[in-house]
């Protein structure tokens, strides 16, 4: 039986990291090998669903007082609570279907605030942990982490597990893309919020593909560096 391989993924801006999962993804069904969600950014953006809910329902309250609801429920100081809301608030009354997977501006940054600044300052191994925990759950799954954010949990993986993977995309299809030709319009802070967070330079890449990869092929990479790892 397969043992569990943890694959960090980087793509530069708007570049198609969702199409490199996808085939992967699509090759490892193939297999049957089944695949878990994104190890850092899936959790995040639960927590701060939760958040967003709870100062959906609670329209009438002040910022301090939902600041305060928050931060208990959530076991983090009322402060960064109250940062939250006064991050995500706004958004909320601007587009009341707003989630915690919407590509905004608002949204990232409270995804990084909460993640990077909250949880990590709690607990330096926070991210780390919920993700190597879920992976000694099974013996059958590929696990993706996929977030720039996160360096210090990339290295984890990269040390101890799978394959972190670089999706290089030529410049004229990133023109392409923000510009809207991919059907996802990028207002430009968008991008530059995007650009800061992308593992553009993150050095310790065990493989890096073009678009057209093969995909069968990049499988068979990863389970043999995860098991050499191992």
């Known amino acids: 039986m397969t043992e569990s391989v943890l694959v960090g993924i980087s793509g530069k801006i708007a570049s198609g990291k969702d199409y ?13 090998l089944t695949y878990g969600q994104t190890a850092f ?50 958004e909320l009354l601007a587009n009341p279907d707003i989630t915690a997977y919407s590509r905004t501006v608002a949204v990232r940054s409270a995804l990084q605030i909460l993640g990077t600044e909250i949880r990590r300052r709690q607990n330096p191994a926070y991210w780390t942990d919920k993700f190597l925990r879920a992976a000694e759950l099974s013996r059958k799954d590929v696990f993706f982490a996929s977030d720039g954010r ?6 984890t993986i990269v040390d101890n597990y799978g394959a972190a993977i670089r999706l290089d995309i030529p410049e004229e299809i990133l023109k392409q893309r923000r510009e ?11 991008l530059n919020h995007l650009s800061e967070t992308a593992l553009d330079d993150y050095p310790r890449f065990d493989i890096r593909v073009g678009v057209q990869f093969n995909a069968s092929e990049l499988v068979d990479q990863m389970l043999e560096i995860s098991v050499a790892k191992r």
Do not use: H, W
């Not at 490199?20 to 049957?32: G, I």
């Not at 939760?50 to 076991?75: C, G, T």
């Not at 996160?150 to 290295?155: K, Q, Y």
């Open 20 to 32: 490199l999962t996808t085939k992967l993804v699509n090759s490892l069904s193939e297999r049957n």
């Open 41 to 90: 950014a899936y959790p995040l953006k639960k927590e701060c669903d939760q958040i967003i809910n709870m100062i959906r329902i609670r329209p009438l309250l002040k910022d301090s007082e939902l600041a305060a609801i928050i931060a208990q429920l959530m076991d983090f100081e009322v402060e960064d609570g109250l940062r939250l809301v006064q991050i995500l608030r706004p």
């Open 150 to 155: 996160f360096p210090n949990e990339m290295d």
């Open 180 to 190: 809207g030709r991919d059907d996802v319009i990028y207002t430009p802070e968008q």
